[in-house]
């Protein structure tokens, strides 16, 4: 079975660029993940989706950040503008459900994004 | 909302040696437990988890026990390998994961 792909894998940016990052959770997952990976702030939980609703987008950094789920096989996290401190891993991962279920979560391979 | 508290990295340990990663956890009810791993250049994977208390996890020769009334779940294993070298995750059913704790095996 295919697990969660997202892309690009890597990108390199320019400071001020438009930076779409994409993921498509596995097929029957209700809910969607966006998480970014840094080594100062470890690993964030930006915003989540429940059947393609935001459901609790408090992490998500400032408005220069948004996300979109517009089906159930496709999300889109997207920064503009992109600047340095935005370089980060960003992780896609989905889930059957979501608490108090206990159900795993699974990750993409994450995206690295290097804006300079 | 729940939280975790896991004990800081980095950990470095000889081949065949005893690995133990403190986590412990706050929440309001009993959350079901998650350790995940996360190997170099790869997302995170479920390693073990444990739904309710006095229940054991175990994968790969790691175990942890969900210990109600130390609100703990410190991961385990008795002879670590090389391959072992991650970083391993504390979590609860939250979506939200611990600070993460990096594992070096020598030979």
């Known amino acids: 079975d295919a697990g969660v792909i997202q892309s690009p894998r890597h990108e390199v940016t320019e400071m001020g660029q438009e930076v779409t990052l994409r993921c498509k959770p596995i097929?029957?997952?209700?809910?969607l993940f966006w998480y970014r990976q840094t080594m100062m702030r470890g690993l964030e939980l930006l915003i989540y989706?429940?059947?393609?609703?935001?459901?609790?987008d408090s992490g998500m950094p400032e408005d220069r950040f948004s996300a979109k789920m517009p089906n159930a096989s496709f999300s889109t996290l997207k920064i503009q503008p992109s600047e340095p401190r935005d370089s980060a891993v960003y992780f896609c991962?989905?889930?059957?459900?979501?608490?108090?279920?206990?159900?795993?979560?699974?990750f993409g391979e994450g995206s690295w994004l290097t804006v300079v | 909302g729940d939280s975790v508290t896991q004990m800081e990295g980095p950990v470095t340990l000889s081949e065949e040696a005893f690995l133990t990663i403190n986590c412990t956890y706050t929440?309001?009810?009993?959350?079901?437990l998650f350790w995940y791993v996360q190997y170099p250049g790869e997302g995170l994977q479920l390693l073990l988890k444990?739904?309710?208390?006095?229940d054991k996890g175990s994968n790969k020769g790691f175990e942890a026990t969900y210990r109600k009334e130390t609100t703990s779940f410190h991961l385990e294993k008795g002879s670590v390998q090389v391959s072992d070298s991650a970083v391993y995750f504390c979590?609860?059913?939250?979506?939200?994961f611990g600070a993460g704790t990096r594992l070096t095996v020598k030979p």
């Open positions: 991962a989905s889930s059957l459900a979501g608490r108090p279920s206990g159900n795993t979560i699974y």
């Open positions: 097929s029957g997952h209700d809910y």
């Open positions: 989706f429940n059947n393609n609703v935001p459901i609790d």
């Open positions: 929440a309001t009810g009993y959350p079901s």
């Open positions: 444990a739904t309710k208390a006095d």
């Open positions: 979590a609860t059913n939250d979506m939200r």
